[in-house]
């Protein structure tokens, strides 16, 4: 690998690295308050498809990929931990994060901005505004430096919600064992044991 091949590698990741910083700043309550064209990710083609030959011929085709996967895999985490919320209830399953299309359009953002951030010194300006322009729009609605909930930090709100729900679970079982005995408490361990598995899980895959 020559110096310059070296030096456009390094500087990739470096925009990789900023790039993902970005998305930690970034929360389900910004993305709630802009609704991308849905059409969007058609109009981007060209560019997309520009851009990633650029990078491929530049050598960047490995960091490319690794990229687009780690932003889509961010995407679906931003919308998996957020599908309910904890209340003194219990848990809100019906959240709404928006139609299908919107999060479709989200995605395709976020992973056109990923294109963009490693194209940027090898592919055409037009190209590279192009790929980054919706996930800037996204971003502007939380211009502070304070990291978001997810992208970066909901891991609490879902722990939270699944310790309420435990504990909600272990009180509503409890007071129905005085009717159903052994029967309700065995439903009650097999409960809990299945949320601490699937929270060891999560906190597995991290």
């Not at 951030?117 to 971003?139: I, K, N, Q, S």
């Not at 909901?154 to 409890?174: C, D, E, K, Q, S």
């Not at 005995?181 to 044991?193: E, F, H, L, R, T």
Request: proline share 3%; glycine share 8%; net charge negative.
């Amino acid at each position: 690998m020559t110096e310059e091949a070296d030096r456009r590698q390094s500087d990739a990741r470096l925009r990789v690295e900023r790039f993902f910083g970005e998305l930690d700043h970034l929360g389900i309550e910004d993305v709630a308050l802009v609704s991308l064209p849905h059409d969007g990710a058609a109009e981007r083609t060209p560019a997309r498809a520009a851009a990633a030959a650029a990078c491929v011929e530049a050598g960047l085709g490995s960091l490319l990929q690794a990229t687009r996967e780690k932003a889509r895999t961010r995407v679906i985490r931003m919308y998996d931990r957020n599908m309910y919320q904890p209340t003194w209830a219990g848990l809100n399953w019906g959240r709404s994060l928006g139609t299908i299309e919107d999060r479709v359009a989200v995605a395709a953002a976020v992973e056109d901005a990923a294109i963009g951030t490693v194209a940027t010194d090898v592919a055409m300006p037009g190209d590279v505004d192009a790929l980054l322009e919706p996930l800037r729009l996204l971003v502007s609605m939380h211009p502070d430096e304070t990291p978001r909930s997810e992208f970066a930090g909901t891991r609490w709100t879902a722990r939270v919600g699944a310790i309420l729900f435990i504990v909600f679970v272990i009180t509503t079982v409890a007071v129905l064992g005085s009717y159903f005995g052994a029967v309700g408490w065995a439903v009650a361990v097999v409960i809990v044991v299945a949320a601490v598995a699937g929270i060891l899980r999560d906190r597995s895959t991290r």
